[in-house]
Nanobody
Framework: QVQLVESGGGLVQAGGSLRLSCAAS????????MGWFRQAPGKEREFVAA????????YFADSVKGRFTISRDSAKNTVTLQMNSLKPEDTAVYYC??????????????????WGQGIQVTVSS
């Protein structure tokens, strides 16, 4: 049973940074793709970033390119989303997701089988 647990969310001022971590367990993730999605109140869940467990390639939503990075630590079975230059419009519940085995990186939420419980990120202006 795949389990994903997010941590690292919170409240930050605009221009600040946060680092979200996703601890993955319950499977061998070497053939998985991992993604981050977010959902703001009244909006659909949207893609933020994704990575193959091998470490590349990586993909980002246009809205976060140049500000967010995604990485994974195979030894710790974690995926990290580093968020810099945060804006109020980044405020949302952020979800970690996993799918596999797969040879491609998936950027749509419909392609992911496993989800974390979500964590709140609030950016104040």
């Amino acid at each position: 049973q795949v389990q994903l647990v997010e941590s690292g969310g919170g409240l930050v001022q605009a221009g600040g940074s946060l680092r979200l971590s996703c601890a993955a367990s319950g499977s061998t993730f070497s053939s998985y793709a991992m993604g981050w999605f977010r959902q703001a109140p009244g909006k659909e869940r949207e893609f933020v970033a994704a990575i193959r467990w091998s470490g590349d390639p990586t993909y980002f939503a246009d809205s976060v390119k140049g500000r967010f990075t995604i990485s994974r630590d195979s030894a710790k079975n974690t995926v990290t989303l580093q968020m810099n230059s945060l804006k109020p419009e980044d405020t949302a519940v952020y979800y970690c997701a996993a799918t596999g085995p797969t040879r491609v990186v998936i950027t749509t939420r419909y392609g992911y089988q496993h989800w974390g419980q979500g964590i709140q990120v609030t950016v104040s202006s």
